[in-house]
C-alpha cells in the first residue's frame, strides 16, 4: 500500500466520495460513510449490504457515491470484498482499497460467517460495521447488537419484560479472537479517533475491522441534530468505549476519568424512557462488570 495515500488525506477535507443520499436527517450511519472515504480516497471500490446505506444511496437512475460501489447480498459482505480484492490483483489493479460497510444485523447476525472467513484468509480488505443498535432500515427490529433494554418493534417493552432482555455480541472480541492483525472500536462522537483508525486499517497489509457507533434519530427517538452528542455520551457514560486490538493486544484509547450520568443518556432516547430504577440500575453494573475486566486486561 502506497503510504503516500493515507499520509495525504488531510488533502481530501473538502472532497466529497458519499453525498445526495435519501437517509434520514442525523443519520449516524452516512456520516461514518462520508468521514471513511475521505480519508481513503477517490481508488476505492466499495461493497455495501442490504443496510440503511444501500436503500438510500442506490436509487435508480441516481447513485450516492463517486467512486466504485456495490450492494452485496446480505449475508456475503466479507465474501465479495475478498473477491473484489482477487479481481483487482488479477487485473494489477495497484494503490486502491476495497472497503464494506455492513450493518450491526448484517454484520453480527447474518454476516458474521462471511466475515469471519475474510479474517481467516487475511485478504487486504477494510470491513467496517457501523452499529445502529438494530435492523433500522427493515423497522426497527432487534439484531444481534440491540443492547439491554432496548424497544425495537420485536422486543416491546411491556410489564413483563423491559425491551430487549440480552446483551449486545462483542463483536470486537470476537474478530479479536481471530487473530487479527488490526481492528478497532470508535463512535461518530469522536470523529478524530475514528479516522486515525481508519488511516490505520488503510495501512494494513491483511484484513482490518473497524466497529463504529453509529446513532439513529429515527430508531433511537432522539432529535436530529443530537446524533453526535448522543454518540459521544455513549463513550462518555461507558456504555460504548474507544479501543484497539493490535499485535496480539487490546488498549484502551479513552478513560473518562469521571463516567457521565447512564441514566440522563437513556432518558434523551425514546428506546429507554420505558426504563425504571431496576432496569437502569442493571446496566449500570453490566457496565461496571465490563470496565473491571478492562482495566484488568487491557493496555490504557
Known sequence: MDEKMVTNAGDLTNTEFFYGHRACAGCGGSLALRLAMKVLGPRIFVAIPANCMSATSFLYPQVSFSVNAMISPFPATGAVLSGIEAGARALGIRDHHVVGFAGDGGTADIGIQALSGAIDRGDRIIY???????????GIQKSG????G???TTTPAGK???G?????????????????KYAATASIGYP?????KISKAAMCKTTSYIHVLAPCSTGWGFPAEETVDIGREAVDCGLWYLAEYEKGDFILNRKPKEFSSISEYLKRQARFRHLGEKEIEEITVGRDEKWKKIMKNWRV
Open 192 to 196: 478524530e479517533d475514528y479516522l486515525r
Open 145 to 148: 447488537l440491540t443492547p439491554y
Open 164 to 180: 430487549a432482555v440480552g446483551r449486545k455480541k462483542d463483536m470486537f472480541g470476537i474478530v479479536a479472537a481471530h487473530g487479527i
Open 150 to 152: 432496548s424497544r425495537t
Open 160 to 162: 413483563n419484560i423491559p
Open 128 to 138: 467496517v460495521c457501523y452499529d445502529n443498535e438494530a435492523y433500522m432500515n427493515t
